[in-house]
């Protein structure tokens, strides 16, 4: 330095600098060190810069005023520097010489505004529009220059101005670097062509500037929005392009496909270095890695052996890292600087803590402390969010990437690979797996950021205290294992919580579905107690996992207390002349609390590796599977005049299989139609998938001319308009769409669907019957326009009449089809006749083919097929001519297996197969047919599918109507006050004085540690250091002893309201009336009983737990800050405010980010699912790349609302932050302010506390922001738990006595009952007595009020007038249970429930098991039952799936028979049930229920017509009331009804 600013110039002088109360630096240092600072930065970034713009050009900006200016400027500012050059030479000229440096600094200074201005217009040209390198340059240079400009005016003040001309110069400099970095902090325009420009809602984070990117300024708009109004997902910006999946998968693909050809090409050469020539390979596909040569057992021997030495599984971890690594590790390099910064902080604290120790520094020095520490502490949050930003970036695209890839390649795997993983495992990659990565990048850089921080903790420690801190290093070792012991302890009671939870909804989802049916019985108390019981294990489970949160919650806060203990209590035992002093302490402080984060870090990112690691497996595997050969089937045969070719081929589902078609030669030529016959599981649908290519070629060729059009056995539908699902992608034109709809009979059935051909079709088309989804998915062949079309046994699910109109008008030679190519799978004999040509295949091979006659004649396989199926056809020909069938209501399963399981069956076989053909007859039933409306109205003719039906469609609204609930901005703190008292207010008051006593014996402990500091600078150490650790340990375990307490009661208190909120809910709706069941879809019941309920026992208890944590920790650092500096109390007014502010813009806008988050998730799996389930037909139709876009599009529509959420946690953290740093700012200024009054040691604690309260500032709005999410669950279960109640179960006073009712008289008199509150009447003043014993049969047209009149008399319907009296006990008078017990009905549909049977027909366990017996018996399943191995105890599977609807039916009667009540009412089953059964049951009650009034709905006329009485109910009035005879001689309405039924001539 000496030589370059001379002798005169000296570089440092200490007592100008440090030891002044004018501090100023010497010229020499501000030419040297401040003038090139800037410019090494900037030669230093330069080459990497112009590289990195290379790489990624956005386009070239056109030339602005602004880019004018900042130019003009750029070269004024190397003017001006080199003018000082020129005047340094002209000086030398004149004799006056100058030390070296001034010729050198204007130099270097003019070559790096040169290279400045030159990155001005490079910058342009590349299309950025603002620069961050050269914003840091411009205020590197402004903040350098900051010194010189002072100095310079002091030096005037000085009055001596020697050098007019540079001190003019500099500041003409000055001015122009000022000017810079305020232009710099302007936008250019968006560059030419870019799609900011096209895009209607573009993401503002591509145009923003560079200080607002690093603030995350730009999202601030988005914040507002949110504040004012709910966003809507129209609200969000579209997702950057760089991260749309049309950029990330094909760049992970690239990488994979890389992988494997690598991988390949290895094996290729380790196999051939084992032996000469590989076998070639004859399978048909692609092998995805693993190789596709088979080869003789000596061979594979030696190949074991070579591919242990060298498994070359493509790696995709590798593939990933290429893709995405780069990205990342800028990532990584903030980290990398954050932690070094984030030591910088407790340095300066002890030179802070020192200065006010000293009590003749002059001022500056701690201002500048208190400075310095605010910036660093601004620097590290800037830098740490713009890691965190990358970091979720990565792992957002990974996450898009890795759900591309999987859905690409689940369209194109091999049927052997989709076997080995189900449906649901796929998509659980897609959700669980791809969402495993996402969590984990987040927190990778913690692998080796965490060791890092803890070592250079441990070395500032080590400095600062020695070896004893290797005491405080072991506590913290050993309260590792403590931790992992918990953890691994609170997963295992997860597990089971998990178990008992979906018990209880599967039993609760019962209840609510067979609701009615408890009430008719009264039986709720037993499901109540049931209910409660499984209730009861699961609060026990919370209640073990509460106990160990607790120990949990106690390690971690008093961690880093006994760590200090420890440590503090060694460091002043092991030497006398160790003293405790204010730095010592308090910065070992500030360095434990550094240290508390990693620690706790490292378990949890071991653990997430070790998960991901597990799921890398997964992906890897799932993604090396063999994938379909594209070239299996010819498509381009134009040679020959054959539409379809199979010449000897040889096809198997999977490699290692066993062959399923051998030898197969069949020839279609063009525009015929062939039929393919056979047995069940002959190979006839094997056939069709060997034609699409789905199966394994093993030889021979096969070859199919023009597109194909392909029909499923099972109806692929997807869950979109059903317009949509006959387009197919196709576009739209009416004349053809509408005689598509006609030839596929389709056209009756959009009268009856709600919203017409745009009805929305649910998942696996829910709402359609079998038959309407087979004739929607032939639709969608018929109007794709095929040359050939492949048709799997379309006419199985559909009725034989309705199959014959398909046959007639699509199929046939007369159909819409003709001149196409068809090949028709059947099993309709009928058509046969009329086909051109029958293949035959028995057993996986052609046996004959040929025209119906040539068939016959040859007397062969296929004439023995007609005769095994020709006795089905007549009867289904029988059936055609009975007008019953109109449609089907009717699954497919049940008449698609119908076949094999009827002919197999033993000699009955004719009896079984006419009783199945007459209840098939029932069942159907159209639509249009009045009687079939009716009991849709009652809701059981969709025998097959009432659930999923029930449920499906409320959810579809239910989303609607929650979103309203729930929307209504902030949650009314009445609901706080509500969970309050469940958990029970004193409850909640102790617990906050818990918390509070927590926090003073914490504040305690500290302030005991800044007198102890204290006593070293009056020297009294010796005496009392035993008495200084016994109280400091004391407080210390006061407070872990106190937090455990709290968290405990906390929990405890949490479980309570649990238990009671719950408690209300169940009480509540088993007492709700029947109406609300009815207007309530049951799937948002289901939802307040499984998703609220868990949020409150899981989700909302730890958030308070946080949530006051964090509460009391910043408010105990206010106190402390206050206290020992009052002044401070000043500032939180302000930083309160603004924190306010910025807590409700956050709470608000992610508060529905999540949301919509959430519900653009569950489209992208289901879609998944179904691209699975239906992948042959997207391959068939071709449509293969139109759904990857599909799912592209999906995924790109859930990240463009995960995205803004991601940013909004960073911009709330970057805001909070900074209030944290004031804070810091603000306690070092006020404790400088007040250093003579303070002692060290206060200092050393309000500094301390203020640098760890930004995490607890940050936590503090996260918890509160999940508080106001959590907290809604109680106000949607307190919801439901106030819905008005239905009468009370018992009247004690007004108890009906036991044997009651004795005769069975009945009386209504002048009934009048409606529905709900606001509909009309449905009984009209009914008057009608009847005596004991009488058998009255109750008929009337639908909506007639048959129904009405049984649900009265149980009082499901509460009396609008009149009233019913039986043996003169009025019933509106009694409890419902004294009610209802004593009164017995046989619903119209069975309702079982999962349980055994016992609990089924005896839930209160009143009967002993011979009179169960007994009942069995007369219901004639005692057989049945005693050959069950479990007998009574035999388990009914939910809604008594693994019984037979009839005996179902059965179990009823049973109920019915046990209870023998004097009063039975009989609600006939409409159709489901077939005649047998219904016998069985009608002489049942004649027999057993002789003495008993019996009341019977009846849809059968045969069955009343010897009853005492007929009562016809019209229009809700009695319009005839008499004996059948006489009713029908009188010929009114009864003998009509008769009449049709034939009954009556």
């Given at each position: 330095m000496e030589r370059l600013c001379g002798e005169k110039l000296p570089f440092w002088v200490a007592n100008e600098t440090f030891h002044t109360d004018r501090p100023d630096l010497s010229e020499c240092f501000q030419l040297s060190v401040l003038a090139w600072l800037p410019c090494i930065f900037l030669w230093a970034a330069f080459p990497i810069y112009v590289y990195y713009l290379k790489r990624s050009s956005r386009g070239y900006i056109m030339m602005s005023l602004l880019n004018r200016f900042k130019t003009v400027f750029g070269l004024f500012l190397w003017i001006v520097c080199w003018t000082d050059l020129f005047y340094t030479f002209h000086e030398l000229r004149s004799g006056n010489t100058q030390p070296p440096i001034y010729f050198v600094t204007p130099l270097?200074?003019?070559?790096?505004?040169?290279?400045?201005?030159?990155?001005?217009?490079?910058?342009?040209?590349?299309?950025?529009?603002?620069?961050?390198?050269?914003?840091?340059?411009?205020?590197?240079?402004?903040?350098?220059?900051?010194?010189?400009?002072?100095?310079?005016?002091?030096?005037?003040?000085?009055?001596?101005?020697?050098?007019?001309?540079?001190?003019?110069?500099?500041?003409?400099?000055?001015?122009?670097?000022?000017?810079e970095l305020i232009l710099c902090c302007f936008n250019e325009k968006p560059p030419l062509f870019s799609n900011v420009v096209t895009d209607p809602n573009p993401c503002p984070e591509t145009t923003a500037g560079f200080l607002s990117t690093v603030t995350f300024w730009w999202f601030t708009s988005l914040a507002i929005k949110g504040y004012k109004r709910p966003l809507e997902s129209k609200d969000l910006w579209s997702l950057n392009k760089r991260d749309s999946s049309e950029e990330m998968v094909p760049k992970l693909l690239k990488e994979w496909d890389k992988e494997q050809a690598k991988a390949k090409s290895d094996q290729h050469l380790t196999n051939q270095a084992v032996y000469a020539k590989p076998q070639p390979s004859a399978t048909n596909h692609v092998s995805g890695g693993t190789g596709g040569n088979e080869s003789s057992p000596e061979e594979a021997e030696v190949l074991l052996s070579s591919h242990k030495a060298a498994p070359h599984q493509p790696s995709f971890l590798r593939a990933l890292i290429k893709a995405f690594g780069p990205y990342f590790l800028i990532g990584s390099l903030f980290k990398l600087l954050q932690d070094s910064i984030t030591f910088i902080n407790p340095q300066l604290l002890s030179m802070l803590i020192n200065f006010t120790k000293d009590k003749s520094a002059p001022d500056w020095w701690g201002y500048t402390l208190a400075f310095l520490m605010f910036f660093t502490a601004i620097l590290q949050t800037l830098i740490l969010h713009t890691h965190f930003q990358y970091c979720f970036v990565t792992g957002m695209n990974v996450r898009t990437a890795l759900i591309g890839?999987?859905?690409?390649?689940?369209?194109?795997?091999?049927?052997?690979?989709?076997?080995?993983?189900?449906?649901?495992?796929?998509?659980?990659?897609?959700?669980?797996?791809?969402?495993?990565?996402?969590?984990?990048?987040?927190?990778?850089?913690?692998?080796?950021?965490?060791?890092?921080?803890?070592?250079?903790?441990?070395?500032?420690?080590?400095?600062?205290?020695?070896?004893?801190?290797?005491?405080?290093?072991?506590?913290?070792?050993?309260?590792?294992?403590?931790?992992?012991?918990?953890?691994?302890?609170?997963?295992?009671?997860?597990?089971?919580?998990?178990?008992?939870?979906d018990a209880r909804i599967k039993l609760m989802n019962e209840i609510l579905n067979g609701i009615k049916v408890l009430k008719l019985y009264a039986w709720e108390n037993s499901f109540k107690d049931k209910v409660l019981a499984i209730r009861q294990k699961e609060l026990k489970v919370l209640r073990k996992t509460a106990y160990l949160g607790a120990l949990s919650t106690m390690a971690w806060t008093s961690a880093p207390f006994l760590v200090a203990l420890t440590t503090f209590a060694v460091y002043v035992t092991v030497d006398e002349n160790n003293v405790l002093d204010a730095e010592k302490a308090f910065v070992s402080l500030s360095l434990f609390n550094i240290l508390r984060f990693p620690l706790n870090m490292l378990p949890q990112v071991i653990s997430s590796l070790v998960q991901a690691s597990v799921s890398l497996k997964r992906i890897q595997n799932f993604l090396s599977h063999d994938e379909l050969d594209p070239s299996s089937v010819d498509r381009k045969n134009t040679g020959s005049d054959f539409a379809v070719s199979v010449v000897n081929g040889k096809f198997t589902w999977a490699k290692e299989d066993q062959p399923v078609l051998h030898n197969i030669n069949v020839m279609v030529p063009q525009g015929s139609l062939v039929a393919v016959v056979g047995h069940v599981g002959c190979g006839k649908s094997s056939l069709i998938s060997a034609l699409l290519g789905d199966m394994e070629k093993q030889e021979g060729e096969v070859s199919v001319r023009g597109s194909v059009a392909y029909v499923p056995q099972q109806a692929w539908i997807q869950n979109a308009t059903l317009r949509d699902n006959i387009l197919f992608g196709n576009s739209f034109n009416e004349q053809k769409y509408h005689r598509v709809l006609d030839a596929c009979a389709l056209t009756p059935d959009l009268e009856v669907l709600p919203g017409g051909d745009m009805t929305e079709i649910g998942e696996k088309g829910i709402n359609l019957s079998g038959g309407q989804r087979q004739r929607v998915s032939l639709a969608r062949a018929l109007y794709s326009n095929a040359d050939v079309y492949l048709l799997d046994d379309p006419l199985s699910a559909v009725d034989a009449h309705v199959a014959k109109h398909i046959f007639d008008n699509l199929i046939g030679p007369?159909?819409?089809?003709?001149?196409?190519?068809?090949?028709?799978?059947?099993?309709?004999?009928?058509?046969?006749?009329?086909?051109?040509?029958?293949?035959?295949?028995?057993?996986?091979?052609?046996?004959?083919?040929?025209?119906?006659?040539?068939?016959?004649?040859?007397?062969?396989?296929?004439?023995?097929?007609?005769?095994n199926y020709a006795l089905e056809d007549i009867i289904e020909e029988d059936e055609a001519t009975e007008e019953l069938i109109e449609d089907e209501m009717f699954s497919d399963d049940v008449l698609s297996n119908h076949h094999t399981d009827m002919v197999d069956n033993e000699p009955t076989f004719n009896e079984t197969k006419k009783s199945f053909m007459r209840q098939m007859s029932i069942m159907s039933g159209d639509s249009d047919n009045l009687r079939c409306r009716s009991v849709r109205r009652h809701g059981c003719s969709q025998r097959r599918h009432p659930e999923p039906q029930e449920k499906k469609k409320p959810q579809e609204m239910e989303k609607l109507i929650q979103a309203e609930a729930a929307e209504t901005g902030r949650v009314?703190?009445?609901?706080?006050?509500?969970?309050?008292?469940?958990?029970?207010?004193?409850?909640?008051?102790?617990?906050?004085?818990?918390?509070?006593?927590?926090?003073?014996?914490?504040?305690?402990?500290?302030?005991?540690?800044?007198?102890?500091?204290?006593?070293?600078?009056?020297?009294?150490?010796?005496?009392?250091?035993?008495?200084?650790?016994?109280?400091?340990?004391?407080?210390?375990?006061a407070q872990g002893v106190l937090v455990m307490i709290s968290s405990f009661t906390l929990a405890m208190g949490n479980i309570g309201a649990a238990k009671k909120l719950h408690f209300n809910l169940l009480i509540n709706k088993l007492h709700t009336p029947q109406s609300f069941f009815d207007t309530t879809p049951i799937g948002r019941i289901i939802n307040r009983f499984s998703k609220d309920i868990y949020v409150i026992d899981e989700a909302l208890p730890s958030t308070i737990l946080m949530f006051l944590g964090t509460f009391f920790v910043s408010l105990s650092t206010m106190i402390v800050i206050v206290s020992s500096t009052p002044y401070f109390a000043i500032v939180i007014v302000p930083l309160a405010a603004i924190y306010v502010v910025v807590q409700r813009f956050y709470v608000a806008t992610s508060r529905q980010l999540k949301r919509l988050e959430s519900v653009s998730r569950s489209p992208i799996y289901s879609h998944f699912s179904e691209t699975i389930t239906g992948s042959s037909v997207i391959r068939a139709y071709g449509r293969h790349d139109a759904f990857v876009h599909m799912n592209d599009m999906k995924v790109d529509d859930n990240q463009k609302s995960y995205y803004p959420g991601i940013v909004s946690n960073r911009w709330l953290g970057v805001r909070i932050e900074f209030i944290g740093n004031c804070i810091v700012l603000f306690a070092g200024l006020f404790a400088v302010g007040g250093k003579n009054t303070l002692n060290p040691g206060l200092v050393g604690l309000s500094v301390s506390y203020a640098l760890q309260v930004t995490m607890s500032l940050n936590w503090m709005v996260r918890m509160t922001s999940d508080l106001e999410n959590n907290i809604v669950a109680v106000e949607r279960v307190k919801e439901y738990s106030e819905t008005e109640t239905e009468a009370p179960w018992e009247v004690e006073d007004k108890k009906p006595p036991p044997e009651w009712p004795m005769k069975g008289n009945v009386e209504f008199n002048q009934y009048c009952v409606?529905?709900?509150?606001?509909?009309?009447?449905?009984?009209?003043?009914?008057?009608?007595?009847?005596?004991?014993?009488?058998?009255?049969?109750?008929?009337?047209?639908?909506?007639?009020?048959?129904?009405?009149?049984?649900?009265?008399?149980?009082?499901?319907?509460?009396?609008?007038?009149?009233?019913?009296?039986?043996?003169?006990?009025?019933?509106?008078?009694?409890?419902?249970?004294?009610?209802?017990?004593?009164?017995?009905?046989?619903?119209?549909?069975?309702?079982?429930?999962?349980?055994?049977?016992?609990?089924?027909?005896?839930?209160?366990?009143?009967?002993?098991?011979?009179?169960?017996?007994?009942?069995?018996?007369?219901?004639?399943?005692?057989?049945?039952?005693?050959?069950?191995?479990?007998?009574?105890?035999?388990?009914?599977?939910?809604?008594?799936?693994?019984?037979?609807?009839?005996?179902?039916?059965?179990?009823?009667?049973?109920?019915?028979?046990?209870?023998?009540?004097?009063?039975?009412i009989l609600d006939e089953a409409t159709a489901a049930i077939d005649l047998e059964t219904d016998d069985l049951i009608q002489s049942t009650i004649r027999t057993q229920f002789e003495e008993s009034t019996v009341f019977t709905i009846a849809h059968r006329l045969n069955t009343i017509m010897d009853y005492t009485r007929v009562l016809v109910l019209d229009k809700?009035?009695?319009?005839?009331?008499?004996?059948?005879?006489?009713?029908?001689?009188?010929?009114?309405?009864?003998?009509?009804?008769?009449?049709?039924?034939?009954l009556a001539q």
């Open positions: 270097v200074l003019g070559m790096t505004m040169l290279l400045a201005t030159f990155l001005i217009q490079y910058e342009r040209l590349h299309g950025v529009q603002s620069s961050g390198v050269l914003f840091i340059f411009w205020f590197l240079s402004v903040l350098c220059a900051l010194v010189p400009f002072r100095s310079k005016i002091l030096k005037v003040y000085g009055k001596d101005v020697p050098d007019k001309l540079r001190f003019t110069t500099f500041y003409i400099y000055f001015g122009l670097i000022l000017c890839a999987i859905y690409r390649k689940a369209l194109v795997i091999t049927n052997a690979a989709k076997r080995s993983s189900t449906v649901g495992e796929i998509v659980n990659l897609m959700s669980v797996d791809a969402q495993r990565f996402m969590d984990l990048t987040t927190f990778l850089n913690m692998l080796w950021s965490a060791p890092l921080q803890i070592m250079l903790a441990l070395y500032f420690l080590w400095q600062n205290l020695g070896p004893s801190v290797l005491a405080g290093v072991a506590v913290m070792v050993m309260l590792i294992p403590f931790n992992a012991f918990i953890a691994m302890k609170t997963r295992a009671y997860q597990v089971q919580q998990m178990q008992h939870k007369e159909g819409v089809l003709k001149g196409k190519t068809r090949i028709l799978v059947t099993h309709g004999i009928s058509f046969l006749p009329q086909v051109d040509n029958i293949v035959v295949i028995v057993d996986g091979r052609v046996s004959e083919m040929g025209s119906y006659q040539e068939l016959l004649k040859q007397n062969g396989a296929f004439a023995e097929f007609l005769r009314k703190s009445k609901v706080f006050l509500e969970y309050a008292k469940a958990v029970g207010l004193v409850l909640s008051v102790i617990i906050c004085l818990l918390y509070a006593c927590q926090s003073a014996a914490s504040i305690g402990a500290n302030i005991w540690l800044s007198e102890w500091t204290n006593d070293a600078s009056l020297n009294n150490t010796k005496e009392n250091v035993n008495m200084r650790v016994g109280v400091y340990a004391a407080l210390g375990i409606r529905y709900r509150e606001g509909l009309d009447l449905v009984l009209k003043n009914i008057t009608l007595s009847v005596k004991g014993g009488e058998k009255i049969g109750i008929v009337g047209r639908t909506g007639a009020g048959k129904s009405s009149m049984t649900l009265s008399l149980f009082r499901l319907l509460e009396a609008a007038g009149g009233e019913i009296t039986i043996d003169s006990v009025k019933i509106s008078e009694i409890g419902l249970h004294d009610l209802r017990s004593k009164l017995t009905i046989i619903p119209q549909e069975p309702v079982l429930f999962s349980g055994t049977l016992r609990m089924n027909l005896d839930p209160f366990d009143k009967y002993s098991d011979e009179e169960v017996w007994k009942a069995l018996e007369h219901s004639h399943l005692s057989r049945f039952v005693s050959n069950q191995s479990a007998k009574l105890e035999m388990e009914c599977s939910e809604g008594g799936e693994n019984l037979s609807v009839g005996q179902r039916q059965l179990v009823c009667l049973a109920r019915a028979l046990l209870r023998k009540t004097r009063i039975l809700g009035q009695i319009a005839e009331f008499d004996t059948p005879t006489n009713l029908i001689s009188q010929r009114g309405i009864f003998y009509g009804m008769a009449k049709d039924a034939g």
